[in-house]
T-cell receptor, first 109, second 110 residues
Framework: KQEVTQIPAALSVPEGENLVLNCSFT??????LQWFRQDPGKGLTSLLL?????REQTSGRLNASLDKSSGRSTLYIAASQPGDSATYLC????????FGAGTRLTVKP | DVKVTQSSRYLVKRTGEKVFLECVQD?????MFWYRQDPGLGLRLIYF???????EKGDIPEGYSVSREKKERFSLILESASTNQTSMYLC?????????FGSGTRLTVV
């Protein structure tokens, strides 16, 4: 059974910093990996999807990488802003979809 | 803009009531899912469906059932609501380009 781990569980940074969120998974036989953002009391908003054949995806200030062989993905956020404060979840699709517990990010003005 | 729509944002129901949570997607996705999300437990899969009239149990199906009579609609049914089913319920649909989630239903059972 696929297990997904996100480290750190919480992160607080000052505005303007670049930061990296980590996601690891136990089974490298995946179809894709998806990063989501969740604001308190809301649903999940998709940020980036990386297919298993890809190494990275970029959208604006966000860059996600995938290393299947080591079972790792990172989400890089450049020049963080207070509006980036949210919980970030990674999800790995193999036989089903497994979610990490999330990293709660706070960006302080 | 493609969407997954959950019929209610907030619901309050009494113990023992039969509860219906509705989810509709307009993306022609084959796959649909119901999750619940609880603090400290993350997202847990209740049921999913890969086609009309098909359903598969997820990790925590007890106390729930589902219905998928049309491709675009996937309903979650709490046969007899209990207080331990108080939670955030999230519906999603997917294709090879990933998952799209609804905005969630916060259900409180009193």
């Amino acid at each position: 059974k696929q297990e997904v781990t996100q480290i750190p569980a919480a992160l607080s940074v000052p505005e303007g910093e670049n930061l990296v969120l980590n996601c690891s998974f136990t089974d490298s036989a995946i179809y894709n990996l998806q990063w989501f953002r969740q604001d308190p009391g809301k649903g999940l908003t998709s940020l980036l999807l990386i297919q298993s054949s890809q190494r990275e995806q970029t959208s604006g200030r966000l860059n996600a990488s995938l290393d299947k062989s080591s079972g790792r993905s990172t989400l890089y956020i450049a020049a963080s802003q207070p509006g980036d404060s949210a919980t970030y979840l990674c999800a790995v699709a193999s036989n089903d979809m497994r979610f990490g517990a999330g990293t709660r990010l706070t960006v302080k003005p | 803009d493609v969407k997954v729509t959950q019929s209610s944002r907030y619901l309050v129901k009494r113990t023992g009531e039969k509860v219906f949570l509705e989810c509709v997607q307009d993306m022609d996705h084959e796959n649909m899912f119901w999750y619940r999300q609880d603090p400290g437990l993350g997202l847990r899969l209740i049921y999913f469906s890969y086609d009309v009239k098909m359903k598969e149990k997820g990790d925590i199906p007890e106390g729930y059932s589902v219905s998928r009579e049309k491709k675009e609609r996937f309903s979650l049914i709490l046969e007899s609501a209990s207080t331990n089913q108080t939670s955030m319920y999230l519906c999603a649909s997917s294709n090879s380009y990933g998952y799209t989630f609804g905005s969630g239903t916060r259900l409180t059972v009193v």
